[in-house]
């Protein structure tokens, strides 16, 4: 009785630290092929624009993944940090926030490659300016001269943010 109870101790302790070192190795290469890609600040790389039949569409490309994207009716567009005015002409303004993102590297230098201020002619979208790459935030804002009716989603491969204005048919 004794011995048969030694051998149940045994393999149940054998079994427990089987199971505990499988266990404590599959989190470890989980983290390593998943865990690294979430760990980076996604990049900013881009920002587009592109007309539709029936939207006008804004897309930010990002490198990594996309992060969580706020997209908030503003009265005006400033810059972040300093506060200053945005020089888009329009009457209604969308301000859209990524966060955490970046729009530079580690070392400060630029990623984002697209435009700064620009001035767009499409049937909703009239202009769109970068304006903020502050504190793990980058910003846009986007100009209207009719309140927008929008939609926003993640596209993936490459990875990108899109905010879709829906307009009347101009096809």
């Known amino acids: 009785m ?3 109870r030694r051998r149940q101790i045994t393999a ?10 499988i266990s404590l190795a599959a989190p470890a290469s989980a983290a390593a092929a998943t865990g690294s890609a979430r760990t980076q600040t996604p990049l900013v790389v881009n920002a587009r624009w592109g007309g539709h039949c029936t939207y006008d569409r804004l897309v930010i490309d990002v490198k990594g993944y996309v992060p969580q994207v706020t997209v908030t009716p503003v009265a005006h567009l400033v810059y972040d940090g300093s506060g200053k005015p945005v020089p ?7 301000e859209v926030r990524l966060h955490p993102a970046a729009g530079h590297d580690d070392a400060g230098q630029n990623v984002y490659q ?5 001035k767009i002619y499409l049937p909703k979208l009239k202009g769109m300016a970068l304006t903020g790459d502050y504190e793990g935030y980058v910003t846009f ?27 009347p048919n101009v096809c």
């Open 141 to 167: 804002g986007a100009a209207f001269d009719t309140k927008p009716s929008y939609t926003s989603s993640v596209l993936h491969g490459p990875e990108r943010f899109v905010l879709d204005v829906a307009h």
């Open 88 to 94: 888009l002409a329009g009457k209604y303004f969308l």
């Open 2 to 4: 004794k011995h048969l």
């Open 12 to 21: 149940l302790a054998t079994g427990m630290l089987l199971a505990a070192g």
């Open 114 to 118: 697209g435009p700064k201020l620009v």
